[in-house]
């Protein structure tokens, strides 16, 4: 059934959620001033006193910080989207996007250094939290003073800048929800940008994937550990768009698997999920697109900025704390990350280099004893993990040189030598070159990759470059750039669409779910005893739409399936370690093959045959999902399953005024196999495509650009990114003004 089916309340189209929208904005501006009033008046509001505090909270900060933009910052322009721009020189103009960041994301930025810190729980006037005892026993903080220690004076007087300009907004006006929270911000400092970047890291890295390697080691012989998971032994979409694969992959898995149901035990600790990626990047000739996929907030993870720097535009989006374009463009290219599957762990031998104790104290608030060594935390058996989050030179801010550089080969040069969590990086210019590479730092055995070995692929034949958080079939230091990535399939599908010469927008939002049917095949015998559940599955059109039907089922049959095969290969880690064992990533072909060759050598523990494993996900799955869902379970469509989730960070605490602060939660489309990577509260936090060539330039975001919720840029472009849109902005030229 197509999407346009749906029923009324669930129309997506721009129409329908701008006229929402609409309604939300005028009933939280009339709720802001009527609070004003009432609190000019004394009158508390009775039961909802918290809610009429905060609407009134949220009048002070807008007119505030519009003053104070006024007083301090007059050459700063912000637009109704809530975009600013600021020009002047290179200090000037951080500090002025600084303080665009604070008015803007203020809290989510307080949050997010909070979170990393370990002193999420004293925000909101609670004690700290069993995450917040974890983060101080990593250590982050105490690292992130030592980075900032050792970072170059030029970047140390970037970070500097702009925290002058989050400080100056911090000074003069609370941001309102720190008012509801009763909290005062404390000011912003460079150690604060670099606990942003740590965030990322715990994002966008595994720091228990050595586990992994030292398990498939112990099983198949050492290094081969590291062979599997290169990725280049399995089926991938190669970084020029060709097809790779070497059944070397097949025969590895089959024997790691083999290797550990001899072993005869059952797994000793639940795994985590499979990794949640998303992030998409391609570039057919000179034109270049990109949407990275994170945690979605309200306001928007990302923060989209113009600038002109000592006469030089720059556009594009960064990440609140950090200041640096992670993506955007100048007159002269344009540049897109997606996460690169690389190594950035290690674990180090007590007694070896680095693993001498520098900090061994008890944390008075959490009583967890806290024990660092020069190298990084020290691990329940006395070994230390080096992770490059944690470390100088792993953490730096040289991406911010992007901007300055002229060709897709100066901006290569950068990010290799730049430290910030692995990303493929690529790049267009207005010559029609188009450039991959590895920003960031990696390890390959055990040390660091020098920016000179960086692998790097300019101007394919195939004149396309993609990149899907896959194996990348790029030859690395270590036999592969690539490590544990995630599988190939966006990777392929894309390549098949740009070939097409299908628009960028509808690649962005392509939702076609291939990657379920071989599994619909597998499980398809054994789903007559649910005759609803079956009529379901075979119903399924094939994509993750709105209106798919099954796909639930699908997933979660997937998920269920693929974790008992693999549990013998996850390592067993102390409950009480810092880190949990990472999950096998890609490798979902092979997987699918080794299911249907039923083998009794790879049968899991606690299984007859494969029939009865496979009989167990289906009763599994459908007494699971009826219990979630209902009775009606089997007739629900993805979209009553697949929300928006987006939420305010204080919407639970505002339950009344949840209906201003979160978006509307509306059915989503796509899965995490799709272009389109979507679950709850997840997916493409930004959407651009740019053409350095032909001077186009193009956007869409989710969240919102402003934490103001009287702000047009609460809710700027939403409508836009719901329907898959991509909405025109001036190419940057170097005319713009303030």
């Given at each position: 059934?197509?999407?346009?089916?749906?029923?009324?309340?669930?129309?997506?189209?721009?129409?329908?959620?701008?006229?929402?929208?609409?309604?939300?904005?005028?009933?939280?501006?009339?709720?802001?001033?009527?609070?004003?009033?009432?609190?000019?008046?004394?009158?508390?509001?009775?039961?909802?006193?918290?809610?009429?505090?905060?609407?009134?909270?949220?009048?002070?900060?807008?007119?505030?910080?519009?003053?104070?933009?006024?007083?301090?910052?007059?050459?700063?322009?912000?637009?109704?989207?809530?975009?600013?721009?600021?020009?002047?020189?290179?200090?000037?103009?951080?500090?002025?996007?600084?303080?665009?960041?604070?008015?803007?994301?203020?809290?989510?930025?307080?949050?997010?250094?909070?979170?990393?810190?370990?002193?999420?729980?004293?925000?909101?006037?609670?004690?700290?939290?069993?995450?917040?005892?974890?983060?101080?026993?990593?250590?982050?903080?105490?690292?992130?003073?030592?980075?900032?220690?050792?970072?170059?004076?030029?970047?140390?007087?970037?970070?500097?800048?702009?925290?002058?300009?989050?400080?100056?907004?911090?000074?003069?006006?609370?941001?309102?929800?720190?008012?509801?929270?009763?909290?005062?911000?404390?000011?912003?400092?460079?150690?604060?940008?670099?606990?942003?970047?740590?965030?990322?890291?715990?994002?966008?890295?595994?720091?228990?994937?050595?586990?992994?390697?030292?398990?498939?080691?112990?099983?198949?012989?050492?290094?081969?550990?590291?062979?599997?998971?290169?990725?280049?032994?399995?089926?991938?979409?190669?970084?020029?768009?060709?097809?790779?694969?070497?059944?070397?992959?097949?025969?590895?898995?089959?024997?790691?698997?083999?290797?550990?149901?001899?072993?005869?035990?059952?797994?000793?600790?639940?795994?985590?999920?499979?990794?949640?990626?998303?992030?998409?990047?391609?570039?057919?000739?000179?034109?270049l697109a990109n949407d990275v996929h994170l945690p979605l907030?309200?306001?928007?993870?990302?923060?989209?900025?113009?600038?002109?720097?000592?006469?030089?535009?720059?556009?594009?989006?960064?990440?609140?704390?950090?200041?640096?374009?992670?993506?955007?463009?100048?007159?002269?290219?344009?540049?897109?990350?997606?996460?690169?599957?690389?190594?950035?762990?290690?674990?180090?031998?007590?007694?070896?280099?680095?693993?001498e104790v520098v900090v061994d104290r008890v944390d008075a608030?959490?009583?967890?004893?806290?024990?660092?060594?020069?190298?990084?935390?020290?691990?329940?058996?006395?070994?230390?993990?080096?992770?490059?989050?944690?470390?100088?030179?792993?953490?730096?801010?040289?991406?911010?040189?992007?901007?300055?550089?002229?060709?897709?080969?100066?901006?290569?040069?950068?990010?290799?030598?730049?430290?910030?969590?692995?990303?493929?990086?690529?790049?267009?210019?207005?010559?029609?070159?188009?450039?991959?590479?590895?920003?960031?730092?990696?390890?390959?055995?055990?040390?660091?990759?020098?920016?000179?070995?960086?692998?790097?692929?300019?101007?394919?034949?195939?004149?396309?470059?993609?990149?899907?958080?896959?194996?990348?079939?790029?030859?690395?230091?270590?036999?592969?750039?690539?490590?544990?990535?995630?599988?190939?399939?966006?990777?392929?599908?894309?390549?098949?669409?740009?070939?097409?010469?299908?628009?960028?927008?509808?690649?962005?939002?392509?939702?076609?779910?291939?990657?379920?049917?071989?599994?619909?095949?597998?499980?398809?015998?054994?789903?007559?005893?649910?005759?609803?559940?079956?009529?379901?599955?075979?119903?399924?059109?094939?994509?993750?739409?709105?209106?798919?039907?099954?796909?639930?089922?699908?997933?979660?049959?997937?998920?269920?399936?693929?974790?008992?095969?693999?549990?013998?290969?996850?390592?067993?880690?102390?409950?009480?370690?810092?880190?949990?064992?990472?999950?096998?990533?890609?490798?979902?072909?092979?997987?699918?093959?080794?299911?249907?060759?039923?083998?009794?050598?790879?049968?899991?523990?606690?299984?007859?045959?494969?029939?009865?494993?496979?009989?167990?996900?289906?009763?599994?799955?459908?007494?699971?999902?009826?219990?979630?869902?209902?009775?009606?379970?089997?007739?629900?469509?993805?979209?009553?399953?697949?929300?928006?989730?987006?939420?305010?960070?204080?919407?639970?605490?505002?339950?009344?005024?949840?209906?201003?602060?979160?978006?509307?939660?509306?059915?989503?489309?796509?899965?995490?196999?799709?272009?389109?990577?979507?679950?709850?509260?997840?997916?493409?936090?930004?959407?651009?495509?740019?053409?350095?060539?032909?001077?186009?330039?193009?956007?869409?975001?989710?969240?919102?650009?402003?934490?103001?919720?009287?702000?047009?840029?609460?809710?700027?472009?939403?409508?836009?990114?719901?329907?898959?849109?991509?909405?025109?902005?001036?190419?940057?030229?170097?005319?713009?003004?303030?």
């Amino acid at each position: 059934m197509a999407d346009t089916a749906l029923p009324r309340w669930w129309d997506l189209s721009p129409t329908a959620v701008r006229a929402r929208t609409a309604v939300r904005a005028t009933a939280v501006r009339v709720g802001a001033t009527t609070a004003a009033a009432l609190s000019a008046l004394g009158v508390s509001g009775g039961p909802v006193a918290e809610e009429v505090r905060a609407l009134a909270a949220m009048r002070r900060f807008h007119r505030a910080a519009g003053k104070a933009r006024d007083d301090l910052f007059p050459r700063l322009r912000v637009d109704r989207r809530g975009v600013p721009l600021v020009a002047g020189t290179e200090p000037e103009v951080w500090r002025g996007l600084g303080f665009a960041s604070a008015w803007s994301h203020g809290f989510t930025m307080d949050l997010t250094r909070r979170r990393v810190a370990g002193t999420s729980g004293a925000l909101f006037g609670g004690a700290a939290t069993e995450a917040d005892a974890r983060q101080r026993r990593i250590g982050f903080a105490f690292y992130a003073e030592r980075i900032v220690a050792a970072l170059p004076p030029g970047q140390r007087a970037l970070l500097d800048a702009y925290a002058d300009g989050v400080n100056a907004l911090l000074e003069r006006v609370t941001p309102w929800e720190h008012t509801v929270l009763g909290v005062t911000p404390d000011p912003w400092s460079a150690v604060d940008s670099v606990l942003v970047v740590q965030d990322l890291f715990q994002q966008l890295t595994d720091p228990g994937e050595h586990e992994l390697r030292a398990r498939l080691d112990a099983l198949l012989g050492a290094g081969r550990g590291a062979e599997l998971l290169a990725g280049t032994v399995g089926t991938t979409t190669a970084v020029d768009g060709t097809p790779r694969s070497d059944a070397q992959g097949l025969d590895l898995l089959r024997e790691a698997i083999a290797a550990a149901v001899l072993e005869g035990r059952e797994q000793a600790q639940p795994g985590g999920p499979a990794p949640v990626l998303g992030s998409n990047a391609w570039s057919v000739g000179s034109v270049l697109a990109n949407d990275v996929h994170l945690p979605l907030g309200v306001p928007n993870t990302l923060f989209f900025a113009r600038a002109v720097v000592d006469g030089d535009p720059v556009q594009g989006f960064l990440r609140p704390g950090v200041p640096v374009f992670l993506a955007g463009a100048t007159p002269w290219l344009a540049w897109g990350p997606t996460r690169l599957c690389g190594r950035t762990s290690a674990r180090l031998p007590a007694g070896s280099p680095g693993t001498e104790v520098v900090v061994d104290r008890v944390d008075a608030e959490t009583g967890t004893r806290v024990v660092l060594a020069e190298a990084g935390p020290v691990l329940s058996d006395g070994d230390v993990l080096r992770w490059l989050a944690l470390e100088p030179g792993g953490v730096e801010f040289g991406l911010s040189a992007l901007p300055r550089c002229r060709t897709a080969a100066q901006a290569c040069e950068v990010a290799a030598a730049a430290g910030s969590p692995p990303i493929s990086l690529l790049v267009t210019d207005r010559d029609g070159r188009q450039a991959w590479t590895v920003g960031g730092r990696v390890l390959a055995h055990d040390e660091l990759v020098e920016p000179a070995a960086v692998p790097r692929v300019v101007d394919p034949a195939t004149r396309v470059l993609v990149t899907a958080n896959n194996d990348l079939g790029v030859p690395g230091p270590d036999g592969s750039v690539s490590s544990n990535a995630y599988p190939h399939d966006r990777a392929r599908r894309i390549t098949t669409l740009v070939r097409r010469s299908t628009p960028t927008a509808t690649v962005q939002s392509d939702v076609d779910a291939a990657f379920y049917a071989p599994w619909r095949a597998v499980f398809r015998p054994y789903l007559t005893k649910f005759p609803a559940v079956a009529a379901a599955v075979e119903g399924w059109d094939g994509t993750a739409g709105v209106q798919a039907t099954g796909l639930h089922y699908l997933v979660l049959l997937h998920g269920l399936l693929r974790g008992k095969v693999l549990a013998p290969l996850r390592p067993l880690v102390a409950a009480d370690d810092l880190f949990g064992p990472a999950e096998l990533g890609a490798l979902d072909a092979e997987l699918a093959q080794l299911v249907g060759e039923a083998s009794p050598d790879l049968l899991p523990p606690g299984f007859r045959d494969w029939p009865h494993l496979l009989r167990w996900c289906v009763l599994a799955a459908t007494r699971y999902l009826e219990k979630q869902l209902g009775p009606d379970a089997p007739t629900l469509p993805w979209g009553a399953v697949n929300r928006l989730g987006l939420r305010h960070p204080l919407s639970a605490r505002l339950p009344r005024l949840s209906w201003a602060l979160d978006r509307p939660n509306l059915p989503r489309r796509g899965c995490l196999q799709t272009v389109d990577a979507a679950a709850p509260g997840f997916g493409a936090a930004m959407r651009f495509e740019c053409d350095p060539v032909a001077g186009r330039f193009r956007v869409s975001w989710p969240g919102g650009q402003s934490g103001d919720p009287l702000s047009p840029g609460y809710r700027s472009l939403f409508a836009d990114w719901v329907a898959g849109r991509l909405v025109p902005l001036p190419f940057p030229t170097g005319e713009e003004r303030p």
